[in-house]
């Protein structure tokens, strides 16, 4: 075909599409006759297209019969709306059909005049906005992200009303074709860091991309390492607040979740209620989550390690109640906890699943099985119980879901470190994990800022939250003296 | 790049290394109530000799050691030189492993053999040198107040129970202090060893020399420090017999009757002292290979190094006995060879060279 | 294999890891280890035996949740070990002992009289020696035979060294029968410092039972108990002699330590019974021509609450009352110093005080302190007065 063949709608447009997405049953193909001139054909999904809207542009088209705006002068006599002009469309007019109505649009083709319109009526079945399940806080907005990133957008848009916030749109994903927008705000986002965030995302090659998840696990500074270089989130306003610290974020369509980077350590342990709270509460509740975070880590493996190893740092009186507890017990201590820990596991995964008339059983069941009888059957002491509630209960105080399972594997590798070498062992774990957090960098920036590459003005909202008044009001902080490449 | 306050600390953690494990016995068997005062004075001695590896650092800016020897004294020389002072470095890694193990298996772990020790933390050490220099600096930097807050708690909890000013009194008061200056006991170990960090000068964001002689002294300060106390603390007569009078000194604290016997958990913090000199140290060594033979890949070097210090580790002394033999002997000798003799030597041919380049471009100026 | 480089290296990491498996050679399960509480030693010196009693603690004799002990449940055992010297005698012990021992968690380290007078320095020298040993526990000697006191219960405390320790306390705080230098790591450091040191001694009273519910069933608290009465005088690694209960007040307060003391004395023609409190000792040294003068000041705070017997009512009457003490205890202090410097024990350190001031040299320190001069001052202030202003006549 020559090239302006390319241009050419071909007769058999209709048939070739309707091949092309293989007869679906929602594919609804209308023919409107006018007075005059011959039929056109307007096609659409009738489950992402808004039927209601397309009825509306028709009607328009029949009671009006006028100019509407925009339109080419050469419509004037026909009273059609606005064609797609020819120059921005290189390709296949099939291909380019089925995206368009894919995405939910609706195209009226005229084959004899050789013309097609598009209407965007654009209205996928959705969910109405309310406040994600895994996120909530207690004062501050309660409005979450939906599956539809254009109703995500309409939310960022209405809390950042500012001519200088980016989307940029890409579509990834062989298969699924799913729409990515990289969001900033460009007087705030250094240059490199969102050079560097476009690059990553034109550079996957994947078929698939159904959760913000995928796209984390090809964006993401290092792949075998426990801790996320990415955030993740599904409140607008968190979202909206980031930017403002010149931060990039990714939408996807079809997830709630949008990820955000770069991210340091301590920011996990932030969450949007210390803004939305008294900079004092702020601060002590900080302090909380980060106790949490090293007692869920820590405690197993320190057990271990004094029951096993460093036996004369129990006080004697505990030591003599402990030493009552494990006479007659089967298993080494070490045993002992791990196994609690992986029905721990179990419990907790089996509870996510189960259904809701059945989890209260299983919660009763769950606590007298292992709290009671299996004490009292002498097959675990009842210290361990206590050790692993203390745990699991810590492990979800840090406002970021993901970090939680973060904890997990660190739990664990530190168990089987305190069974084997005692404190020897949590040493030389705890100065291995440092040395790999000290160099795990997220979009560069060093993990640990602005702790290990010491930066002062950063440390007003780490440890403590100072009150707004002091805070680094223009964002950036740790940002500014990232440099890229 | 690490930065200057991050290279003190390094300097200060790895010169208090392993001088809390192995020093602190014989110092006070020599010098009784005055052992504290040795530190401070062999520590300004080793200023003074820092000064010349400073000069040195400034004479070729950039460029660590082993670079300085090749550029100096020609490649294969160059060569030679920098692979003895990588045996140096890792002798010396191998004996402050020796040392960590004595000390577990001396007191709170008897019975696990020292390799498994050795290699727990070579293992820890390579992954961390494998980071490169920022690592090794950010990483000491995140554990130092880890290290010294415990420590320093306990020692002044300690203080607030046992402390007695009776223990410094003389208890022959005829004493001299023209001997207390005539002892170098601490002269070659730790201070000497500092040689080690020139390998981190170049890296080093701004005015590294300061950096260095900032940290020199900040460890001379606070071993002094640190004997003050155990003085105070245990007196002279139990601490000149002890092995470990660190640990015994914190054996003997309890908080109220709830936390007690700590001796397990800051024996453990200190030993994050010993690993940092380790790390510092099998940097050097790794750094050393690095700019000798350029090699595309790093893992097969650490690996060897592992296995190399590893064996080091259990040879390098019979026991307790031929160890302090060694230190009294021989070891201001032959640290002051490394420390001292190399690099003036090094020094004395840059500034011959330089005076020599001088006059040549001047005869060539002059047109000759 | 080239190719499968990748693979054959994770198979050799995986295979060095399985020195993980091997069995961790620290490794100490708690039911595996014996908690000592008390140390028993006592050596006989012609046949050259040491004996070494570990009282181990029987961990099911506490409120578990598998329920409360039997009455017949004994708290503690003890074991013996017998050997030529210390090391031996540790060795020895697992031929009865079932479990590892555990001693870093004793309270006291009881010595038989025989053993002090033989002299400590052996045991000193092991203990300081073994890696897990402390010397922050209290040294104490047995009056009795140490077999009795290591082989009996007590009644109220159930472990034997709880009664130890919370006595020791209790008299520590609040009396001056004891003084906080009892422990072995202040017997070394006095030792080393040619000083003298005084440590309790533990008595028996009434039958050593080592039956539980003897003692659990006996109203009678004199009947198997053990108690503090007097102190066991060390020199240079030897006891060289004992203090009377009366006699310890006395070296306690003028070592400084603070406590407060019931006393009985005459005042005004009648015995009347005073609390005193230590609150301050000073001492000086005065250097004279013919020998050097060694003024001690006391300051001591009155308290009539336990004066039943008389109660002053007037500024003068309490000033009286004052000086009566203030003299009362003068006397005692000088008769405790005679006694002292009769028996050649140098309890009031003045031979190290001397030394300090440059009045003695470490050779004539003994005949220094012998020859100087001591002079008490006594300073007693009425403090605190009782519930009643006057009493019944």
Known sequence: MSRNDRHHVPPDLIQLVQRQLGFPPDLVIRTLQFWEGPPLQCMYLDTMADENAVDHYIQNMLSEGKLMEGAPAEAEEHGYIRELPFSSFHGDWVRHLVDAMLEGQCVIVDTNNERVCFLNAVSPIDRQTEEPKSETIVRGPHEGFTENIQANISLVRKRLKNPCLRFEKMQIGKQTRTTVMLAYLENLAPDGLVQEARRRLKAIRTESVLESAYIEEYVQDRTWSPFATLTNTERPDVLAAQLLEGKIAILIDGSPGALLAPVTFWEFFNSPEDYYQRADIATFIRWIRLISFFTAVFVPSLYVAATTFHQELIPPRLLISLSAQREGVPFPALFEVLLMEVVFEIIREAGLRMPRAIGQALSIVGAIVLGQAAVEAGLISAAIVIVVSITGITNFVVPVYSFGTTQRLLRFSFILLAGFMGLFGVLCGTLFLAAHLVTLKSFGVPYLTPISPTRKHGWKDVLVRLPRPHLDQTGLGYLRKTKYK | MISRWQFTLLINNFLLGTTLFVSIQALIQQTQQHAWIIPLWNGCLGLIVSVLWILLMRAHPGKTLAQILQEVWSRPVGTAIALLYFFHFSSIAGWVLHNMSDFMNGTIMRDTPKSVFHIMFLIVACYTVAQGAEGVARLNQLVTPFLFLPFWFVLLLAATINWNWERFLPVYPNEGWSSLFGNFAMLGYPFMETIALTMLYPYVKRSPGRAMVWGIGMAAVSISAILFMIIGLMGVERASRLTFPVYTVVQEVDIGETIVNVQSIISVVLLILIFIKLQVLIYGAHNILQQMFRPKTQWPHLLALTILVSALAVSIYENGVQNGEFIKQYLNLYFSFYGFFLPSLLLLSTWLKNAYRRRNHGNQRRGR | ?393
Request: aromatic share 8%; glycine share 6%.
């Open chain 3, 1 to 393: 294999m080239a190719r499968h480089r990748k693979t054959w290296s994770l198979v050799a990491v995986t295979v060095c890891l399985s020195i993980v498996l091997t069995s961790c050679w620290d490794k100490l399960e708690m039911d595996e280890l014996a908690l000592v509480s008390l140390i028993g030693i006592d050596i006989d010196p012609e046949r050259e035996i040491t004996t070494v009693y570990y009282q181990v603690i029987n961990p099911l004799s506490s409120a578990t949740t598998q329920g409360t002990p039997g009455p017949d449940e004994a708290p503690v055992f003890t074991y013996q070990a017998i050997g030529k010297s210390f090391g031996e005698a540790r060795m020895n012990i697992y031929k009865s002992l079932s479990r590892q021992l555990f001693v870093a968690h004793h309270q006291a380290v009881i010595v038989s009289k025989r053993a002090a007078k033989a002299g400590l320095r052996d045991l000193v020298n092991f203990v300081e020696m073994l890696p897990n040993s402390r010397t922050s526990t209290p040294l104490l000697v047995a009056d009795a035979q140490l077999a009795e006191v290591m082989y009996s219960f007590t009644p109220l405390e159930r472990l034997p060294s709880d009664a130890v320790d919370a006595r020791l306390d209790l008299l520590r705080k609040n009396t001056l029968f004891m003084g906080k230098q009892i422990e072995l790591k202040h017997f070394i450091e006095r030792m080393e410092r040619k000083t003298m040191t005084v440590h309790p001694m533990i008595s028996q009273t009434g039958t050593a039972s080592g039956n539980i519910s003897d003692t659990s069933s006996n109203i009678d608290a004199r009947q198997t108990n053990i108690f503090f009465n007097q102190g066991a005088v060390f020199r240079d690694y030897r006891m060289v002699g004992s203090l009377t209960a009366q006699q310890m007040v006395w070296y306690y307060l003028l070592e400084g330590e603070k406590g407060r003391h019931t006393f009985r004395m005459p005042i005004g023609g009648k015995p009347v019974t005073i609390l005193f409190k230590s609150v301050r000792i000073k001492k000086k040294v005065e250097r004279s021509p013919e020998k050097p003068v060694v003024k001690i000041f006391l300051d001591l705070e009155l308290n009539s609450v336990f004066s039943e017997e008389h109660v002053p009512q007037t500024l003068v009457q309490a000033r009286r009352f004052e000086d009566a003490v203030d003299r009362g205890i003068r006397k005692e202090l000088h008769s405790f110093y005679e006694m002292t410097k009769k028996r050649n024990w140098d309890l009031l350190r003045i031979g190290d005080l001397l030394l300090k001031h440059g009045l003695a040299t470490p050779e004539n320190i003994d005949t220094a302190a012998k020859e100087a001069k001591v002079e008490f001052y006594v300073h007693a202030k009425l403090g605190q007065t009782g519930g009643m202003k006057q009493i019944y006549q």
